[in-house]
């Protein structure tokens, strides 16, 4: 800690020794990597802040047996990517980037952050000049 506030990485354990979480703080502010593990040692789920405590990059959830749960992407504190699986490694839902399969499902997104498309501008009719003998 400094000036009470969490700094540096900190560790959290199970009962029985095995590490549970680290994380990275700065000055009271989430900065860097942050990872939850399984009992037997396996990551659970990874994370990134930047150094203003914003997501960044990629977060992501594991099985047990390592397969990725679910996927998402952020970009200064803003989701950009979500892809969620199933256990046999199935993409089941996405929205974002294209899937693997090259498509996508921005229809799965949030009406709220759904980009309207624009609307392409009305071309003004010009009225022409005739010229008087």
Not at 41 to 49: A, D, K
Request: charged content about 40%; overall charge positive; proline content about 4%.
């Amino acid at each position: 800690f400094k000036n009470g506030k969490k700094d540096g990485v900190c560790k959290y354990y199970f009962n029985d020794g095995n590490l549970l979480r680290t994380e990275s703080w700065s000055e009271g502010i989430k900065n860097g990597e942050f990872k939850t593990f399984f009992i037997q040692g396996q990551v659970q789920s990874y994370e990134f802040y930047n150094k203003k405590g914003q997501r960044e990059g990629e977060f992501v959830n594991y099985y047990p047996n390592q397969s990725i749960k679910r996927r998402h992407v952020y970009k200064k504190d803003e989701l950009v990517e979500d892809h969620k699986f199933n256990d046999l490694g199935e993409e089941t839902y996405s929205f974002g980037a294209p899937t693997q399969t090259g498509s996508t499902e921005d229809d799965a997104m949030p009406t709220s952050k759904k980009k309207k498309a624009k609307k392409p501008k009305k071309e003004k009719k010009k009225k022409e000049k005739t010229l008087k003998p």
